[in-house]
């Protein structure tokens, strides 16, 4: 199972989160990744951690003001990125063309989806991974794996109609051990996670118990 | 003068022409600030430069995925940021919202407007200063003070009517100390420049040629 | 005091609305506007009604799929259209360039914002009228006028600061008279509404109610 | 074959241009249908021709201003929709969202795309066609089946690969029975037009020839 860490715009410490991450990563053996703003990027790569952007433009080298491209990205020491997040929604063909900027970049990219048919949509665009994320769950105390389960299974199924070989990670609501072992009995291969450990008083503590089942 | 250097998505090293900004800075005596893409802003901030960030998001702390909050910039070095450059043209409610951000991060702003008329709409909206500049002009070889030397006097006239303190600067074109001169006449307090140093082979000879007026 | 009816997109008959306001404009001798989807213009011009449009595009003609122009808005009936509203925020180069369609069109223009800021940046572009809606009063029950007074008369002071020859309305939570008594208080000249009319179960009966302290 | 003309924001006239589809689909028994802006949906309806709407809004009955509700382009007489044109990209949710609120209001649905991916894409969210308009042909006088007819075929093998019974499209560049033949011999059941008909001297015959191959 792979655990990444969406930091979005909360006001934690991400060098401090990263530090964490990194220690239960090293611990645990198992892969933990963090996301945080690109303005962040290179002092969370510094510690070490696997580093993930939030998000990187579809554009390629030229007159773009305020957009983060992949290659920078990459040069802040960031290995994969995230797109078309519910808090972040692409057009078709800016994901198609962020996804050939991530590959110019050598970085790994999860695409995001709202329902298992958005999944299988961008499933066809030949992403590394995809993650399913209900939005009305994002942010809730109640795990997507326990209250839809079967957008989880149908997501999983939808992805893997189209790429067999494509990683699904599941989001929205996942905190705890017993979030991550429900994801992993629908077949999802990750989770995508936030507030659970961004905004913990111990994110440590919460990334240890998160993985416990993995142990 | 103010001399603005957006780096915007260009292929350039931006700790490179970081450097020599910040050499140019010192020995001419010019004030000159350096706005890489986010991710780069660490990185140009060590150099000691002035850093100022391309955009920051109108969001605040919470739940947003894929931007840059003021206070991460801020974090990361940045002690100005543009807003509402024509490659990022946002809502009037937007760059409001984005003024409250950079002052709750203690960010010097400059928002930019394409025409006097909306250089007065931007003011209204006090920021620290304003810089107009035309699209058409943008990236060209001719400066928008020889091009259209009313418009930056109108720009200045439509700012001062909204608020007689702010600076107005004006970019498109500029690369020489002539072009700097003729801003400089028209009344401008400053200048956006962008491929005129960031695609320069010298980007240090580029900026020394550009303050040479000045010194 | 001139009174717009915004019919969103209401699940109302926007003929039927259409017929009331005209009868109400008619009987009372009060300025009355209505503005249905773009789809709607024609029918509810063809009720003799003042028809206004909810948005026009910022595009002139060419090659743009899925936009309204100004040009056939016009020639579907409108005499006037809103901008920039609340739901519909637009960049200020668009709300720009939409005025200059609307011009070219004959439409009389009407540009929203949110603050008093807002509107003294909105008047700095030159539209006939402008409109102050607080989003966190829209759709309630709660006149702008009686819950925030202040908004009203300081936007009415940053638009006559810009233009002295400027209309000022204000919307959100309006239904009622006295609503309409106190925005006529507060300096506005007029009034936009939406769902009090439009989700009224009688239309005719809350326009009557609405126009009766100018009768 | 099916005949799409998307009148977009072409300065001509809607009724004469959808009364001549109407004659000309008449006499050849061609299925042709007119998409113009929503402000013409009704006068287009009512010349008896097949009348589709250019884009729909994702939203559904509500506060939501400046869009064209599904159900109100169906309530002026469209029976179908494009989503996704290249002029008018929206996000894969949105996409989504637009494809349920067609189908509420029971118009047939186009969706487009750049790319064979992305016709994978939007195919696999279950709309009635699927149309490949690559950009950098949309407008041109180079017809995509003559200048790229592997976007094509790769395009319909893209589709069916989702779904067997899918239509395929395909536009840019077509104006001459000529083109139509080509597309047809690649695979497409259908044509989309613009400029070809919308902006020639005498649409009538521009369609007549269009059709010629068909009769």
Redesign the interface.
């Known amino acids: 199972m792979f655990v990444l860490v969406?930091l979005?715009?909360?006001?934690c410490d991400p060098v401090a989160v990263a530090e964490a991450a990194h220690d239960v990563a090293g611990s645990s053996g198992v892969r933990i990744a963090v996301a945080p703003?690109?303005?962040?990027?290179?002092?969370v790569a510094e510690t070490g951690v696997e580093t993930w952007?939030?998000?990187v433009?579809p554009?390629?080298?030229?007159?773009?003001?305020?957009?983060?491209?992949a290659?920078?990205?990459a040069?802040?020491g960031?290995e994969g990125t995230?797109l078309?997040?519910?808090?972040?929604?692409?057009?078709?063909?800016?994901?198609?063309a962020s996804l050939d900027a991530a590959e110019r970049a050598d970085l790994e990219t999860c695409v995001c989806?709202?329902?298992p048919?958005?999944i299988?949509?961008?499933?066809?665009?030949?992403p590394d991974s995809v993650a399913v994320e209900p939005p009305e769950l994002?942010?809730g105390d109640v795990s997507v794996a326990s209250a839809d389960p079967d957008i989880v299974t149908d997501a999983v199924a939808?992805a893997e109609a189209?790429d067999d070989d494509i990683d699904v990670y599941c989001g929205a609501g996942i905190s705890t051990g017993d979030d991550l072992d429900a994801a992993d009995d629908l077949g999802a291969s990750g989770v995508l996670l936030?507030?659970g450990v961004a905004k913990a008083d111990d994110p440590k503590a919460a990334l240890e118990d998160l993985v416990s089942p993995l142990a």
């Open positions: 969406n979005k715009a909360y006001p703003q690109a303005a962040d990027l290179a002092a952007a939030q998000h433009s554009n390629e080298h030229g007159s773009h003001t305020g957009s983060t491209l290659e920078r990205a040069a802040a960031a995230l078309n997040h519910s808090e972040k929604r692409m057009t078709l063909a800016d994901i198609d989806g709202n329902t048919a958005q299988g949509a961008v499933a066809a665009l030949g994002i942010g939808a189209v936030a507030s």
